[in-house]
């Protein structure tokens, strides 16, 4: 049974794996065996999540490349393939979201949510699948979102390029497949890290639509995701593809209730 999740031997890659969900999805490949790199832009992050990982008794190849540029994922993977072999695993975690009514919001920041939630997902993936295609093996891991189903008022490029990033995890599964490469998505709900922190904490309003809206009733925790994606990491999910799995406490399943009406 152990066995099923052991990825001794494998090479992850978790993009923008230096906090919050992607630093959790780390951790545990880790734990589980895998040479975990990641890759930031920020210094700060990337020294704070090496202190961590030292702290848990763990290693960590931490670098920097900007995943939106084709030429420094390439200089990014390439140090990776140098430094411990060709990438297994990969997450594509990165992510950023900027939340600007549609009617003020710029151009210019709709084409960088897209970018990094979309594009960069790719990008990466293109230059990490020849050696899967090659070896017939590997496992892709787009971070999706609740909003890959749902629209929000003020998110509406990052809706967008979720939504955008299912259609891609189930296209990259058409083509990708044969090759034994899995190609899965994690849709994540209302999760409690630094990028949902403005519309949770200090009495914000938006807690108690989560609180209400989330039939487990409680905000989701980095771990949570992390298990999601150990699964789909690991040979217990290789018949698994195109496959968006929810880590969502069960709100895709709500339509909504009155608070207080059926409760035990
Ligand atoms: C928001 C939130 C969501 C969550 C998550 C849901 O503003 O609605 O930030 O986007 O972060 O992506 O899946």
Redesign the pocket.
Known sequence: MKDLFDLTGKVALVTGGTHGIGLAIGLLLARAGAKVCVNDLDDDKLQSCRDIYKQSGLDVFTLKFNVTAEVDVDRGITLIEKKAGPVDILVNNAGI?K?IPIIDMKIADYKQVIDVDLVAPLIVSKRVVPNMIEKRNGKIINMC???SVYG?NT?SA?ASAKGGLKLLTQSMTCEWAKYNIQINGI????IATS??AP?RENGHPFNDLVMTRTPAGRWGEPEDVANAALFLASKASNFVNGHILYVDGGILANFGYVKGENDL
């Open positions: 979201i939340r979102s609740m909003m929000r998110v990052y849709g994540p709900g209302y990028q949902t519309i």
